[in-house]
């Protein structure tokens, strides 16, 4: 049996998948609020993603980091955040812990959007300091609004949101048996800060301008939630988790032979 979970292997067994020179699939998430609906293990989603892309093609996923930077999740118990400058130094660390044995073709599967301007900065130096490019993926916002659309149809919008899809979805697909549906609905509710409206967690609305802010969850909205959580279903769940399984594959196959040196 070939195995693609880099937990499960022995080391003798890693050492030779390095003769094949792998792409090696590296999992990140977090742990925070998701709203009533949803477990706030999201990392899970992410590894269980990871592990089918890499039974797909052959990869190697490595083991899930659950914590993630979240600091606009600080003021809901329960969540476990790491500061930007842990979360550098791990991104850094793991990264690392497979460039300094030579294995190169690498792929990090980010599934908590609040990662992505670290992951950007950390890889960014690796390519300078090291001259090896390491690509990534943020796997939310790779679900196009057209597959969006076509889950929900007219309930797109609402549909979307914290704590509501397309994360609430794949939740159903995958694990059906952790999820609260029946405690959903649309919970948003207005709130401001600056005296003016929140617009999203990223800032305000000043007019007909954004205005970027350090917006807290709770800030935002009641219930920790935005968009209705109680649309979510597996079936849409299946589509998004197809979508992005589909992608990534695609992605890997092709970094099997990408040059990554620079």
């Known amino acids: 049996m070939i195995k693609h979970l880099l937990e499960q292997m022995t080391q003798p067994e890693f050492r030779a998948r390095i003769a094949e020179d792998p792409v090696i699939i590296l999992p990140f998430g977090s742990t925070e ?8 293990g999201d990392f899970m989603l992410a590894g269980a993603l990871a592990a089918r892309v890499a039974e797909r093609t052959g990869a190697i996923a490595a083991p899930v980091m659950p914590f993630g930077y979240a600091d606009t999740f600080r003021d809901v118990p329960g969540g476990i955040q790491v ?13 690392g812990a497979f460039l300094d044995h030579g294995l190169n073709r690498l792929l990090v599967f980010n599934g908590h959007t609040g990662n992505s301007a670290l992951i950007d900065e950390v890889l960014r130096s690796i390519r300078r300091t090291r001259h090896v490019i390491v690509p990534w993926l943020n796997i939310w916002p790779m679900v196009p609004v057209a597959l969006r659309s076509k889950a929900h149809g007219p309930n797109a919008g609402r549909a979307s949101g914290h704590g509501s899809d397309p994360i609430g979805s794949v939740y159903e697909h995958l694990f059906p048996a952790l999820t609260r549906r029946d405690v959903g609905g649309e919970q948003e509710k207005d709130r401001s800060i600056l005296g003016l ?6 800032g305000v609305r000043f007019g007909d301008v954004h205005v970027n802010a350090p917006v807290r969850i709770t800030d935002h909205c009641d219930l920790v939630v935005s968009g209705d959580p109680s649309l979510a279903n597996a079936e849409a769940g299946r589509l998004f988790c197809d979508y992005i399984i589909e992608t990534a594959s695609a992605l890997v196959e092709h970094l099997k032979t990408a040059p990554q040196q620079t």
């Open 83 to 95: 500061s930007a400058d842990t979360f550098r130094g791990l991104a850094r660390d793991v990264v």
């Open 197 to 202: 409206p929140t617009a999203g967690l990223t």
């Open 33 to 40: 609020v998701q709203g009533p609906c949803n477990p706030m």
